[in-house]
């Protein structure tokens, strides 16, 4: 692959990836134990802005592997700039359905206990009297 | 790559347009400098990425509408031969296959760009073996599930309190621990309702806080839609797991009897299968992520 590189370079690339992917995973799996409470008693981050800051460390970790992965092993980094953006770029669409669908996700969380009102409610007529009228066929208003 | 592909599609055009490894028609423009087989693996790659994304935005969706979710460190936590509670340690290990995998995948790729026979059958075969372990690892990871904690698709027996309480036993009082205290839980707290001669055993609480506080309440299910996603999702995956052991096992056989060779191309149809076999690699980051770490 990639004429510019020797054989011996490229191994060593490959190795290099082992370790980073392979520490990566590690540090990940560490502080998902840590911010559970597995590590440290007493210690967790599972409300409030240390949660944030948690998901924000791991989406960042698990993007970058993704990168490495698809511009080392995959070879992006090697290919035409051109090819690169038409792979790549369709799928900053996904951000809008991140937002979108999360949004939605959790506009129904906080309202289930009013769906719920709703799914159970007996709507029942005001009066015994009909609420507007019908009339026979031939009785219909017609135009002009 | 880009380079060493069009170069053969210039000595090889005269003789045999079959084996250019090129096949785009209409004249010697490649589009992006790439082969037509190798394109086309990236846009496949690029839809099934969407696939992928539809179903983990889902998993998102779906748990931001549900007031609680199984914790994955509950949830995920045996191992095998261990009768031990060691969260994500088991799906570490299936991480870490699957990177080795790809790693070899990555070694044989390179030893066919240098046309090395043997070199490729290896490092596929190393791949091949990956990507069994981690089948075999995803069955009794399911099997776990099915099987010891009777989870379905449509059941979902991992469940978490909405607000703090104390067990009762079923005459009403107040359960109690070994040492005598009382046996509460906490606002959060998982728990895992378990199956006694085949029923489940739904255990009753009393609530010492919240919205229900002193009432006495049945132990509910976890969110349904926990156990759909997880099965679907990671057997989605997993069967991509699958139909890529076949295929590197169908191209391995092909290089060992020399077919690639014949075509004098690099082995383009191994860097194609690597392509796939490095995105079922790339799924799993957003897999581990969304169902194990978050």
């Not at chain 1, 506009?107 to 007996?122: F, M, P, T, Y």
């Not at chain 2, 069955?139 to 979902?156: F, G, P, Q, R």
Request: cysteine-free; charged content about 15%.
């Amino acid at each position: 692959m990639a004429g510019h590189q020797t054989y011996e370079e490229q191994k060593a690339l490959v190795f290099r990836g082992l370790l980073l992917l392979g520490a990566i995973t590690i540090v990940e799996v560490v502080v998902a134990l840590l911010a559970k409470g597995h590590l440290v008693h007493g210690i967790r981050f599972t409300e409030g802005f240390g949660h944030y800051l948690y998901m924000l460390l791991m989406i960042g970790f698990s993007l970058y592997k993704a990168y490495f992965i698809i511009f080392y092993f995959m070879h992006m980094a090697y290919e035409v700039r051109g090819m690169m953006l038409s792979v790549l770029l369709p799928t900053t669409l996904l951000i809008w359905a991140i937002i979108a669908f999360f949004q939605e996700g959790s506009s129904w969380g906080a309202r289930r206990e009013l769906i719920r009102e709703k799914n159970e409610e007996v709507v029942k007529p005001k009066t015994g009297q009909p609420q507007g009228y019908l009339l026979p066929a031939a009785e219909w208003p017609r135009k002009g | 790559m880009a380079d060493t592909s069009v170069a053969h599609a210039h000595d090889t055009h005269a003789h045999d347009h079959q084996e250019d490894g090129i096949n785009w028609e209409g004249g010697e423009k490649v589009p992006f400098k790439a082969s037509y087989g190798k394109l086309m693996m990236w846009y496949f790659l690029l839809s099934d990425a969407f696939t992928f994304a539809g179903f983990l935005i889902a998993y998102g969706a779906l748990r931001f509408s549900t007031p609680t979710w199984p914790e994955a460190d509950f949830v995920f936590a045996s191992f095998p031969f261990v009768n031990a509670h060691w969260p994500l340690i088991f799906v570490t290990f299936m991480t870490f296959v699957l990177i080795f995998s790809s790693v070899t995948m990555v070694r044989a790729v390179q030893e066919g760009h240098r046309e090395n026979q043997r070199g490729v059958v290896f490092w596929m075969f190393l791949t091949i073996l990956g990507g069994a372990t981690f089948l075999g690892s995803q069955a009794y990871e399911w099997t776990t599930l099915i099987a010891k904690e009777h989870m379905t698709v449509s059941v979902n027996p991992f469940g978490r309190h909405t607000a703090d309480g104390v067990y009762l036993n079923a005459d009403g009082s107040e359960a109690k621990n070994e040492d005598g205290t009382p046996k509460a839980f906490a606002k959060g707290d998982n728990y895992l309702l378990h199956k006694h001669n085949g029923e489940f055993d739904i255990p009753k609480l009393k609530y010492t806080s919240g919205q229900h506080a002193g009432q006495v309440k049945d132990a509910t299910f976890g969110p349904k839609a926990f156990g759909a996603l997880f099965f679907f999702i990671t057997g989605f995956h997993g069967f991509h797991v699958f139909s890529g052991v076949l295929f590197l096992t169908i191209i391995m056989i092909n290089a060992a009897s020399g077919l690639y060779a014949a075509r004098r191309n690099g082995y383009e149809m191994v860097e194609k299968i690597g392509l796939y076999w490095h995105f079922v690699d790339l799924v799993w980051v957003f897999v581990f992520l969304v169902f194990y770490l978050l």
